[in-house]
């Protein structure tokens, strides 16, 4: 018998498949409702938010706001936005950044998750780690696959990471934010002003 959201959240946030990895701790950060027009499907939580206990409360996060077109409070109400990393967890600090999400999450928890949703939402794909996993394609890189972002309108969003650390990649891309970033933004805000 299938869970209720309530009671998959509730195991969710009690999750430790993964505790032997993360020096940091466990602390699964997620946001959902049943009635969540959009779903951000990223990478883990940094540092700041594994503090915080806040999903994309960094530099991260202002920027994604931005690019979505949303204030805090459509981003933060879970009946607006579904927030369902592929990691649950702070990886840690890698060489580079942040490691990696773990593996165990999505497989573990997404599919059970997005049941509860609407099949007419808007998956907002970040990264290539959410990519790889959501966006079918023989593209080899992050940038093939942005570049492609008309092709998975109207029903999803790719995008890449909206790091600070991604300085670099948008200014090699500055298409990204000049003719993508609009057109997402129109999307949003045609979803949820949906009924």
């Given at each position: 018998?299938?869970?209720?959201?309530?009671?998959?959240?509730?195991?969710?946030?009690?999750?430790?498949?993964?505790?032997?990895?993360?020096v940091?701790?466990?602390?699964?950060?997620?946001?959902?409702?049943a009635?969540?027009?959009i779903?951000?499907?990223?990478?883990?939580?940094?540092?700041?938010v594994?503090?915080?206990?806040?999903?994309?409360?960094?530099?991260?996060?202002?920027?994604?706001?931005?690019?979505l077109?949303?204030?805090?409070?459509?981003?933060?109400?879970?009946?607006?936005?579904?927030?369902?990393?592929?990691?649950f967890?702070?990886?840690?600090?890698?060489?580079?950044?942040?490691?990696?999400?773990?593996?165990?999450?999505?497989?573990?928890?997404?599919?059970?998750?997005?049941?509860?949703?609407?099949?007419?939402?808007?998956?907002?794909?970040?990264?290539?780690?959410?990519?790889?996993r959501?966006?079918?394609?023989?593209?080899?890189?992050?940038?093939?696959?942005?570049?492609?972002?008309?092709?998975?309108?109207?029903?999803?969003?790719?995008?890449?990471?909206?790091?600070?650390?991604?300085?670099?990649?948008?200014?090699?891309?500055?298409?990204?934010?000049?003719?993508?970033v609009?057109?997402?933004?129109?999307?949003?805000?045609?979803?949820?002003?949906?009924?």
């Amino acid at each position: 018998m299938a869970r209720s959201l309530t009671h998959l959240l509730r195991d969710v946030r009690a999750c430790r498949i993964c505790e032997e990895h993360l020096v940091d701790g466990v602390r699964p950060i997620v946001q959902v409702a049943a009635k969540a027009k959009i779903v951000i499907i990223g990478q883990a939580p940094g540092r700041k938010v594994h503090e915080s206990g806040v999903p994309w409360d960094d530099p991260s996060g202002i920027r994604l706001r931005s690019w979505l077109g949303l204030t805090p409070e459509q981003f933060y109400d879970p009946n607006n936005v579904a927030i369902i990393p592929m990691g649950f967890c702070f990886p840690g600090n890698g060489t580079s950044g942040d490691l990696p999400p773990r593996p165990e999450c999505a497989p573990a928890w997404h599919d059970e998750l997005l049941s509860h949703l609407s099949a007419d939402r808007l998956d907002v794909i970040i990264g290539r780690y959410a990519q790889d996993r959501y966006i079918e394609t023989n593209e080899k890189t992050l940038t093939a696959v942005v570049e492609k972002w008309r092709d998975h309108l109207p029903n999803r969003i790719v995008m890449p990471h909206p790091s600070p650390r991604n300085r670099r990649w948008l200014s090699q891309n500055p298409w990204f934010e000049t003719d993508a970033v609009p057109e997402l933004q129109r999307r949003v805000a045609e979803v949820l002003a949906e009924p």
